[in-house]
């Protein structure tokens, strides 16, 4: 509970910027993978989808979902227990609410019930 929390959501234009955070008060948040997923205002949490992933530790193994991988990247800071999410060139279908997950392994897929600890979300709206 409460373990991690998302922040850098906001209102943009068509082809705005934002750097969304997933700040952790997890133990040894360097053991874990994390990864970035979104919910669209139409859809249910069971087709919340996975955006991207980064691996534990300071390998930096990254994988971002092919639809948004010339736009969107994920990196980290262990020393300061945050994993980014840069979106660039946003687009009016990136609506959503953003949500980062972690799991206790150096790898992570975009499984959503093989992670340990979800934030609440931040939210994203792009408008035209």
């Known amino acids: 509970q409460g373990q991690l929390k998302e922040s850098g959501g906001g209102s943009v234009q068509t082809g705005g910027s934002l750097r969304l955070s997933c700040t952790a008060s997890?133990?040894?948040?360097?053991?874990?993978?994390v990864g970035w997923f979104r919910q669209s205002p139409e859809k249910s949490e069971k087709e919340r989808e996975g955006v991207a992933v980064i691996s534990a530790g300071d390998e930096n193994v990254t994988f971002v979902a092919t639809s948004v991988k010339d736009r969107f990247a994920i990196s980290r800071d262990n020393h300061k227990k945050i994993v980014y999410l840069q979106l660039n060139n946003l687009q009016p279908e990136d609506t959503g609410r953003y949500y980062c997950?972690?799991?206790?392994?150096?790898?992570?897929?975009?499984?959503?019930?093989?992670?340990?600890?979800w934030g609440q979300g931040t939210q994203v709206t792009v408008s035209s």
């Open positions: 997890l133990d040894t948040y360097d053991n874990y993978c």
């Open positions: 997950a972690a799991r206790r392994v150096r790898y992570c897929s975009f499984a959503k019930r093989e992670y340990d600890a």
